[in-house]
């Protein structure tokens, strides 16, 4: 990570499974145009890793040597997809902390049903994957090697099954007083209905923005994603 900027609030991004893609650099770049310190974190590597608590603690903590680092008086927790799960999860450690106000944006994030499961790519075969992917604008080439979708394929269904796991360990976001939702209108696999569905874990303001597009964001949806990011960002602390 570069060295933050004195005086710069944060903006914590987490991926959606499989890891980087358009999404998160363009979260990473509204946060810049907006003067926060963007940080890209990874989410929990294994069940273990998430059961444990060791992701959860550690990644407090990284974010907040980085706001002590960039004199950050307010952070936003933003995530992709799986990323978005992570950022619900981790927010009420963050806030039990007291030390910062913390907004949280999810993008294309799936609210967990009442048995807190999601859509999920862990149990879908290769083909399916790359339908998923294809209809999301994954370049066909790839799709269409063999042995490389097999590789992807993989990767996605690991991580998948570690969103399973946060997906059923969300509680009812009590803590969750104010959430920013973004999603594509035209998104299979990530319906906009399972977004919106957050209204009803959240016990405060619930704002939902559904843009033409898919479950990954494009260059063309960067200033909704901008707003969204900037409505997120919390009131600062009173003196």
Do not use: Y
Request: proline fraction near 7%; glycine fraction near 10%.
């Amino acid at each position: 990570m570069s060295e933050a900027t004195a005086g710069q609030d944060l903006c914590v991004c987490f991926p959606a499974a499989g890891g980087g893609g358009t999404t998160l650099t363009l979260v990473k770049d509204a946060a810049a145009r907006h003067g926060l310190t963007p940080l890209a974190l990874p989410n929990a590597d294994s069940v273990a890793d998430l059961d444990s608590g060791r992701w959860q603690e550690r990644t407090a903590e990284e974010i907040r040597r980085a706001a002590d680092r960039c004199g950050a008086r307010r952070i936003v927790l933003a995530g992709h997809s799986m990323g978005g799960l992570s950022a619900v999860r981790l927010h009420p450690a963050l806030d039990m902390r007291g030390a910062r106000p913390t907004g949280v944006l999810v993008i294309s994030t799936p609210c967990p049903d009442s048995s807190g499961r999601i859509p999920t790519m862990s149990q879908l075969s290769d083909p399916e994957i790359a339908q998923v992917l294809a209809h999301d604008g994954f370049p066909r080439e790839l799709l269409d090697d063999t042995d490389m979708l097999a590789e992807i394929a993989h990767g996605l269904r690991a991580d998948a099954v570690v969103a399973d796991r946060l997906a059923a360990r969300i509680g009812p976001a009590g803590r969750l007083t104010d959430l920013h939702v973004l999603c594509g209108r035209d998104d299979r696999f990530i319906p906009p209905e399972r977004c919106a569905a957050w209204a009803h874990r959240v016990s405060g303001a619930f704002h939902l923005t559904v843009v033409p597009g898919g479950h990954s964001l494009d260059a063309p949806r960067a200033g909704a994603l901008g707003r969204a990011l900037g409505a997120a960002l919390p009131e600062e602390a009173a003196a």
